[in-house]
């Protein structure tokens, strides 16, 4: 249902962040601080995104039991 869509809006929206923290590390125009901050907030993003993820596929199994 629509709850599936903000989830998967929010993952989507998280993918687009790493990426843009990526592009960021790649050009290497970064001190210390501010990577060390990047990575900490794309961990956090891949965290949550494995969360939904492990809740929808936990979903999709009691759907085939």
Same mark, same amino acid.
């Given at each position: 249902?629509?709850?599936? =869509?903000?989830?998967?809006?929010?993952?989507?929206? $998280?993918?687009?962040?790493? &990426?843009?923290?990526?592009? #960021?590390? #790649? !050009?290497?125009?970064? %001190? /210390? %601080? !501010?990577?060390?901050?990047? /990575?900490?907030? $794309?961990?956090?993003?891949? $965290?949550? =995104?494995?969360?939904?993820?492990?809740?929808? &596929? $936990?979903?999709?199994?009691? /759907?085939?039991?």
């Amino acid at each position: 249902g629509s709850e599936m =869509c903000i989830r998967d809006r929010a993952c989507a929206d $998280a993918m687009a962040e790493i &990426e843009k923290i990526l592009t #960021r590390l #790649r !050009s290497e125009e970064m %001190d /210390v %601080d !501010s990577l060390a901050a990047e /990575v900490k907030r $794309a961990t956090e993003l891949i $965290a949550s =995104c494995k969360t939904r993820l492990r809740k929808a &596929e $936990a979903d999709v199994n009691k /759907v085939l039991e």
